[in-house]
């Protein structure tokens, strides 16, 4: 078979790299970190789709009352292959309200090169919000390509592709409880 006809590698959950129960634990520490570092008026968390989905519904459920949260998500697209982004971003759903004077968190599930944030920051600070800080779950740190601020982040990672807790791989496995390496599958 030569390299056109050969079939793209199929992947399926492998290790699992962070339990349930250790992301549960980790979850509610950055919580209760970015309420203790949020001054009063409001906190909109912002879900980047489709991976933060399940990070973001556990964040903020762990966030006191008094904290006034509102969430909202952006949908964005990457323009690039699956595997490396260009860091030219479509937005496809955008924000349902104004940002401006309003303290922001953007939460996403995993950075890498960073390209996609730092787009998406770069986007947002010209709506002037008050204020706009980032909590990722998964930071593949040693890939960085441009710097971005990561004011939270769950995990530091090395460089392997994974899945589960909102990550997928071709669509597939976002419901995992757990976070775990993609394994090549023969079939
Ligand atoms: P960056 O622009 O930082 O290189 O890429 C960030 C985006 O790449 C993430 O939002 C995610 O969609 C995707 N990505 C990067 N690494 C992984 C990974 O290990 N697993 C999955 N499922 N997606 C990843």
């Known amino acids: 078979m030569d390299e056109k006809t050969k079939a793209a590698p199929v992947y399926r959950p492998g290790r699992v790299l962070f339990s349930e129960r250790e992301i549960s634990v980790r979850v509610r520490e950055l919580a209760e970190t970015i309420a203790a570092e949020t001054r009063g008026g409001g906190l909109l968390v912002v879900g980047i789709l489709n991976g933060a989905a399940i990070f973001l519904s ?5 966030m006191p009352l008094e ?14 292959s699956a595997a490396q982004t260009s860091g030219t971003v479509r937005v496809l759903k955008d924000l349902g309200g104004d940002i401006a004077g309003r303290d922001v968190l953007v939460v996403e599930d995993i950075i ?4 996609t944030l730092s787009y998406l920051l770069d986007m947002l600070k010209t709506r002037r919000p008050a204020s706009l800080r980032t909590c990722v779950l998964l930071d593949k740190s040693a890939r960085r390509e441009v710097a971005v601020k990561v004011d939270y982040r769950g995990f530091t990672i090395p460089d392997a592709f994974v899945i589960g807790y909102g990550l997928d791989w071709a669509g597939k496995w976002r419901h995992l409880p757990d976070i775990r390496a993609a394994e090549p599958w023969a079939g």
């Open 58 to 62: 556990d964040l903020a459920r762990c």
């Open 67 to 80: 904290l006034d949260v509102q969430i909202d998500f952006m949908s964005i697209s990457s323009y690039g």
């Open 112 to 115: 890498d090169t960073g390209l």
